[in-house]
């Protein structure tokens, strides 16, 4: 069995205790644990105060990120209108970070009348919706009025309920051969 001396602790580990990503380049010759050490005491005597404000700050940033992409592939397609990072987060704030179709916590932003040249859709503000990544390939891309979309959501929505597994402790009587 290969080994190596952790430069931190000097202790003489397996290979297996430390890291092989590139993403620790600069610690590589650290183990595993004595990277976990790190990594806790650099929050450690963080109040709660500083690390709500930490976090949010990660939030406008992953909300600056998110209207940028969409700003980049919106002017290669030549659609109207610019997004900042306070209208993407003023949407994931209305919809509670929530999927604007099946409720699920959302990861991207779904222009609701599609930016497209067919479509018509804008890339404003009034337009946006945080949406999943599953619902967001759904979702057709074409636009047939607001009471389609609407119905396209709801059909969405069913479609996920009834692909979705039941939770164990369900006692649904087709599941157990109807012995309940």
């Not at 909300?63 to 919106?74: G, K």
């Not at 659609?79 to 179709?101: H, K």
């Not at 409720?103 to 890339?123: L, M, Q, S």
Request: hydrophobic letters at 25%.
């Amino acid at each position: 069995m290969k080994t190596k001396t952790c430069s931190r602790c000097g202790k003489t580990k397996g290979l297996t205790e430390f890291s092989s990503s590139l993403k620790w380049i600069t610690r590589i010759s650290w183990c595993k644990e004595c990277r976990r050490k790190d990594a806790r005491s650099k929050y450690a005597d963080e109040s709660r105060s500083q690390r709500q404000a930490r976090r949010s700050r990660h939030n406008i940033d992953l909300c600056a990120q998110r209207a940028r992409r969409v700003n980049q592939s919106c002017r290669r397609r030549g659609i109207v209108g610019e997004l900042t990072g306070d209208d993407v987060r003023s949407a994931f704030e209305a919809y509670r970070s929530q999927c604007w179709i099946c409720g699920d916590p959302a990861t991207e932003i779904d222009h609701f009348r599609p930016a497209n040249k067919e479509a018509g859709g804008k890339n404003r503000k009034d337009n946006i919706r945080p949406i999943c990544r599953a619902c967001n390939h759904k979702r057709e891309h074409s636009w047939h009025g607001a009471t389609v979309a609407t119905q396209e959501a709801d059909l969405l929505r069913q479609l996920k309920a009834l692909f979705t597994l039941p939770s164990p402790e369900c006692s649904c009587s087709a599941l157990d051969g109807g012995t309940k």
